[in-house]
């Protein structure tokens, strides 16, 4: 790109940002006060709050319901766990891509951690997948709503600043790990097809990991001015309903529209 147009697409890049952020306040996705009240505690308690409904449309939806008392078909948990592989290959590369953009040290390397965990999450899941189909999970078609969480991740850890990056790839740690106490605690063992896949929802050693991660936002986004806090709390919505997004996915078996 010329050098001459950079400060316009600079320019065109935020008031992008800024009309995402605009739109979510306008739904009520996105207190209009938030600021004024935002900063007088951490960013994570904020953010958490303002996201509890799409959590609660995770926990509520009946794939997860599906998923804890075994009632789930078992065609929709394979097409989870084959979008799933996918997300955790693209995810994995954000991490790492993030990680090298942090400027403290022990950020990055928790970043470069995790990353290193979720490809061990993503041979799991493989293993997992193997146990239910006999395809090949690397050539099942990425479905839409997948394609659209993994270039969202990609393009925030590539080109948005690094607070709003962090928050885009927050929701991961925290969605999931909403949705794992809900279905540790009204889980049926017994009979379930998924017992093993659900054992570790709920599991502490992830509680204390997704309050690391949230203490990185809140971290993050200490010196913020208040526009800046606003976009990265956008970005953390984004990601969140993108979390509910890839749930309804799966229960609807979703594919790409015919061409006609």
């Known amino acids: 790109m010329s050098s001459k147009w950079m400060p316009l697409a600079s320019n065109m890049i935020s008031r992008r940002r800024l009309l995402g952020a605009a739109t979510l306040m306008a739904t009520g996705s996105l207190a209009p006060n938030v600021h004024a009240y935002g900063l007088m505690r951490p960013w994570a308690e904020e953010a958490a709050g303002l996201a509890a409904p799409l959590a609660a449309a995770c926990v509520n939806h009946p794939f997860v319901k599906g998923l804890a008392d075994g009632s789930l078909s078992?065609?929709?948990?394979?097409?989870?766990?084959?979008?799933?592989?996918h997300?955790?290959?693209?995810?994995?590369?954000?991490?790492?891509?993030?990680?090298?953009?942090?400027?403290?040290?022990?950020?990055?390397k928790r970043f470069e951690d995790w990353a290193d965990e979720t490809a061990a999450t993503e041979q799991y899941t493989r293993d997992v997948y193997a146990s239910f189909s006999p395809r090949i999970p690397d050539i099942l078609i990425v479905a839409p709503t997948t394609q659209l969480y993994m270039g969202w991740e990609a393009q925030a850890t590539a080109f948005l600043p690094v607070h709003e990056a962090v928050a885009a790839m927050l929701p991961c740690f925290w969605s999931y790990g909403e949705v794992g106490r809900f279905v540790a605690k009204?889980?049926?063992?017994?009979?379930?097809?998924?017992?093993?896949w659900i054992a570790g929802y709920g599991d502490p050693a992830y509680e204390k990991t997704v309050a690391e991660a949230m203490g990185i936002g809140s971290d993050v986004a200490r010196d913020?001015?208040?526009?800046?806090?606003?976009?990265?709390?956008?970005?953390?919505?984004?990601?969140?309903?993108?979390?509910?997004?890839?749930w309804d996915a799966a229960w609807r078996l979703e594919t790409w529209p015919a061409v006609r």
Not at 74 to 85: D, H, K, L, P, T
Not at 186 to 196: C, F, H, P, S, V
């Open 186 to 196: 009204t889980k049926k063992t017994q009979g379930n097809r998924y017992a093993d």
């Open 87 to 108: 997300y955790l290959m693209a995810y994995q590369k954000s991490l790492r891509a993030l990680s090298r953009r942090m400027e403290d040290p022990n950020h990055r």
């Open 74 to 85: 078992e065609e929709r948990f394979v097409y989870y766990i084959g979008q799933n592989i």
């Open 224 to 246: 913020l001015t208040p526009s800046e806090r606003f976009a990265m709390t956008a970005a953390f919505l984004r990601s969140n309903r993108l979390e509910w997004m890839f």
